[in-house]
């Protein structure tokens, strides 16, 4: 079976001819079922990847990444590539590929990204374009290219918090700043919804007080709106993917409480026009700073944070969080993931 791989998933078909016709909708055999859809392909998504972070007791920063089958099983640990650094952010792109970018390893703020092929091989850094911030979010968008949006760039004496946004071609060459628009936040997250197009979501606004429920959708060509009100628990260190090939999910993170952050294990449901669903109660070790993905065509996975053991939670085809699963891997938190 040849394969076609879209917004960072897989697509089987048998007859790379028949997946578009002359009226620019496509049939596609996949994973052994057949969809005819309309004028964008499915997303769907096949393989993940864990990587990067900073151990329990923020002393360690890690590269080294962690691969997910099609089935949601993590691999054990590759030895890192790349600059060791937490609080980045990634997403696919160019329909089979994925980009790690920005972060910080105290007292450095970087901008430098770290392409991934479509076998999972992590590259060596690629000279940052764009403000060096930490604490952002990224998501693909447009079927082929991604968008980085919002963070903690450096400041005095606290870091700025910012909006701006960032996109990525179908080749992972990541452009200069674009103006932001909406709530400036950072520690949101972001995921890919309705075939094309992307969702932020949530954030604490620098203060240690501010945290927030609020979205920015984006739209096809990577324009991102101006704030949506929030639905659900305002909080942050959360994580998110895409599921159900056009649905996505945003779940767990910190919440407040009168004597400091609380973590959470709640979930909300983003339907494919980018409505944003009330809390589910949540399923599996409440933990903030955790890593979210696609994979298995129509699945996601949540993954490490801030527990003291490396579990994961699978999310089914229709937005249910699995029990916590023991996996493999190196324990750390604030690290990212992406599909490819």
């Given amino acids: 079976m040849s394969t076609r791989r879209l917004n960072g998933g897989l697509i089987g078909y048998s007859n790379p001819a028949r997946v578009f016709n002359t009226s620019g909708t496509y049939d596609i055999k ?3 079922y057949y969809k005819t859809q309309g004028t964008w392909p499915i ?3 096949d393989l993940a990847i864990f990587a990067y972070g900073i151990s329990g007791d923020d002393v360690t920063h890690y590269s080294l990444s962690n691969l997910v089958n099609n089935v949601g099983v993590v691999a054990s640990n590759v030895t890192g590539v790349g600059t060791a650094r937490q609080q980045l952010a990634a997403a696919g792109y160019g329909t089979d590929k994925a ?5 910080v390893s105290s007292p450095t703020y970087y901008s430098l990204t770290n392409l991934v092929s479509n076998t999972g091989v992590v590259a060596n850094d690629v000279t940052g374009v764009g403000t060096a911030r930490y604490g952002l979010a990224a998501a693909g968008y447009g079927i082929d290219k991604a968008i980085f949006g919002y963070g903690a760039a450096t400041g005095s004496p606290n870091p700025t918090i910012v909006s701006m946004t960032n996109l990525v071609s179908n080749a992972g060459v990541v452009s200069t700043d674009t103006t932001g628009v909406g709530t400036i936040r950072f520690s949101l997250r972001a995921a890919t919804y309705g075939y094309d197009k992307a969702i932020f979501g949530y954030g604490d606004d620098g203060s240690g007080n501010g945290h927030y429920s609020l979205t920015n959708l984006v739209s096809n060509v990577g324009v991102v709106a101006t704030d949506t009100t929030g639905v ?7 994580a998110a993917a895409g599921y159900g090939t056009d649905k996505a999910i945003f779940g767990y993170g910190y919440n407040t409480f009168a004597h400091g952050p609380g973590a959470v294990s709640m979930t909300n449901l983003v339907s494919n026009t980018g409505v944003v669903g009330n809390d589910v109660t949540g399923v599996g070790t409440a933990r903030a700073g955790s890593a979210a993905a696609g994979y298995g065509t129509d699945k996601a996975i949540f993954g490490y944070g801030t527990n003291s053991v490396a579990i994961t939670n ?3 085809n229709v937005g249910v969080v699995s029990t916590d699963i023991t996996c493999v891997g190196t324990v750390r938190k604030f690290l990212a ?3 490819y």
């Fill in 30 to 32: 996949a994973l052994g």
């Fill in 43 to 45: 997303s769907a998504t």
């Fill in 99 to 103: 980009i790690f970018g920005y972060g």
């Fill in 232 to 238: 659900g628990t305002a909080r942050y260190a959360l």
């Fill in 314 to 316: 699978l999310v089914s």
């Fill in 337 to 339: 993931a992406a599909s």
